[in-house]
C-alpha cells in the first residue's frame, strides 16, 4: 500500500453542505493552503472570467505540493484538477440538512452585509428570487447525483463519499489522526463510498 501523504484534498458537495468548513480543518491537519473555487470564480459585481482564465487562475493557485481546494464546477476543474489530487472527498449531504444551513448562512451574510469574494455580498434575492441558492442547491444536487459516481471512478483517485454529519466527524477524525502520525506509520484507510 502506498505510504505517501495525502496532501492534496479537493472537497465537493452542495452549497450548505459544508465544503469550506471542512476544507480549512484539512488545510490545518496538512499543513496547505485553502483554496476557495467560489473566490476565482466570483470576480467583482459577481462577474466570472472566462473558462480558460478560471483554468489558469486554479493551475497557479494549486501549482505547489500541496493544497486543499473546496468546491464544485466539475466540468472546469476536473480536467484541471482531479487527476492531481491525492484524495477527493464528496460531501453528499441530504438537503434537509444542507438547505436549512444554507439558509441561515445566507440571511446572516445579508443581514450582516458580509463581504465575501471580491467585494461581493449577497441581497435578499439570493433567499427570495426563483434562482435562489436554495434552488440552486437542489439542482445542483440532482446533477451531483447524477453526473458524480461516473466522474469519480474515472478520475483515478482515491475518493470519500460522505452522506452525513456524523459520517463527515468520523471520517475527519481518523484522518486528522492518521495525517498526524510520523511519516512511514499509515494513511488514511480505503475510501467508503
Partial sequence: MDQSPVRRIVVLGVSGAGKSTLARRLARVVG???????AIQHGPDWST???DEFRARLAAATEGPAW?????LAKLTADVLWHRADLIVWLDLPLWVALPRLARRTASRIARRTELWNGNRETP?????????LVWAVKARRRHLAEYPGLLARAGVPWVRLRSTAAVARWFAGFSAVSRRPPGTGRPGPASR
Avoid: Q
Fill in 32 to 38: 496547505s493552503p485553502h483554496v476557495e473555487l467560489d
Fill in 49 to 51: 472570467p472566462p473558462d
Fill in 68 to 72: 486543499v481546494v473546496d468546491g464544485n
Fill in 125 to 133: 434575492a439570493f433567499l427570495l428570487s426563483r434562482n435562489s441558492v
